[in-house]
């Protein structure tokens, strides 16, 4: 599975963006899907994920919990992330991520990885 993400860019605080994720491949409803995002001088974090059907759900804690929303189109092979009332702390680089298991995206050791897309939110 090869993963593309994109949909970042350089916006104020309180607006928003919707990142996209496109990935190739024929099965992309048998993955669980996430995405993950790293500040600068800080590791990799959990964001959200969403199951292959898009039935589940399953956030980071309340620092993005009701902000953000994941979802996925799997007739397009795409999973987004839609992300409101942006932080100056939303600050990073996201990525997204493929795994056919649950636990692995949670764990943020999942199979397949995105090249990643920057966030910059200013003040």
């Known amino acids: 599975v090869q993963l593309q993400a994109s949909g970042g860019g350089l916006v104020q605080a309180g607006e928003s963006l919707r990142l996209s994720c496109a990935a190739s491949g024929r099965t992309f409803s048998s993955y669980v899907m996430g995405w993950f995002r790293q500040a600068p001088g800080k590791e990799r974090e959990f964001v959200a994920l969403i199951s292959g059907s898009g039935g589940s759900t399953n956030y980071a804690d309340s620092s993005v919990k009701g902000r953000f929303t994941i979802s996925r189109d799997n007739g397009k092979n795409t999973v987004y992330l839609q992300m409101h009332s942006l932080k100056p702390e939303d600050t990073a680089v996201y990525y997204c991520?493929?795994?056919?298991?649950?636990?692995?995206?949670?764990?943020?050791?999942?199979?397949?990885w995105g090249q990643g897309t920057q966030v910059t939110v200013s003040s």
């Open positions: 991520a493929a795994d056919s298991r649950f636990y692995s995206i949670r764990a943020g050791t999942a199979a397949y």
